[in-house]
């Protein structure tokens, strides 16, 4: 059972490229969620989904889009990347809205903006 | 708005004594309250939640928190911390804003150092 799986796991980019981090779940979560980790600043939300075909911003969403084609996967794109970007970002999801039910994370990816 | 505070961004505990990890919070209405720990290069697990009910609730790993609606707050605690307890600790309240729209607020973690 692998739950939630990220990738890639580590990724340096320079500045003004793109690159896209999948979100991959096999516990047919209907909601989906992509954050990012800064020091000092706990977990901030980016973007998130409900369900296959939707999606919807969080707190921090400039910078990023995303897509959920199929349920079961949640991609999250950096069309031209900044170094203020540099940051670990987590998938999550969850069988209910997050605030009422448990979520579940995936592993992580560091990604470095030079 | 809601919100929740750490006030401590580290704690120290020596192995075999009773843990206790901070967190306050804000909100409008009754309080769906959570904490998550997180191992080193790992993402976040789910350790307890409040909803509703008994104000001592029971998790993972050995771990209770006790809410206190007078006090605002939610402190996470062990009897008798290990040495793999060692991790970081978020405290998360639910924002609510509508069924499918309502989130998870976090806190900004309290790193938790249990020596041997």
């Known amino acids: 059972n692998a739950g939630v799986t990220q990738t890639p796991k580590f990724r340096v980019l320079k500045t003004g490229q793109s690159m896209t981090l999948l979100c991959a779940q096999d516990?047919?979560?209907?909601?989906m969620y992509w954050y990012r980790q800064d020091p000092g600043m706990g977990l901030r939300l980016i973007h998130y989904s409900v369900g296959e075909g939707t999606t919807a911003k969080g707190e921090v969403p400039d910078g990023y889009n995303v897509s959920r084609l199929k349920k079961q996967n949640f991609l999250l794109g950096l069309e031209s990347a900044a170094p203020s970007q540099t940051s670990v970002y987590f998938c999550?999801?969850?069988?209910?809205?997050?605030?009422?039910?448990?979520?579940?994370f995936g592993e992580g990816s560091r990604l470095t903006v030079l | 708005a809601q919100s929740v505070a750490q006030p401590e961004d580290q704690v120290n505990v020596a192995e075999g004594n009773p843990l206790t990890v901070k967190c306050t919070y804000s909100?409008?209405?009754?309080?769906?309250l959570f904490w998550y720990v997180q191992y080193p290069n790992r993402g976040l697990q789910f350790l307890l939640k409040y909803i509703t009910g008994d104000n001592l609730v029971k998790g993972s790993y050995g771990f209770e928190a006790e809410f206190n609606k007078s006090q605002t707050s939610f402190h996470l605690k062990k009897p008798s911390a290990l040495v793999s307890d060692s991790a970081l600790y978020f405290c998360a309240v639910r924002d609510i804003r509508g069924y499918n729209t309502d989130k998870l607020i976090f806190g900004t973690g309290t790193r938790l150092q249990v020596f041997p």
């Open positions: 999550a999801s969850s069988y209910r809205p997050q605030g009422a039910g448990e979520l579940f």
């Open positions: 909100v409008s209405g009754n309080p769906y």
């Open positions: 516990m047919n979560h209907e909601y």
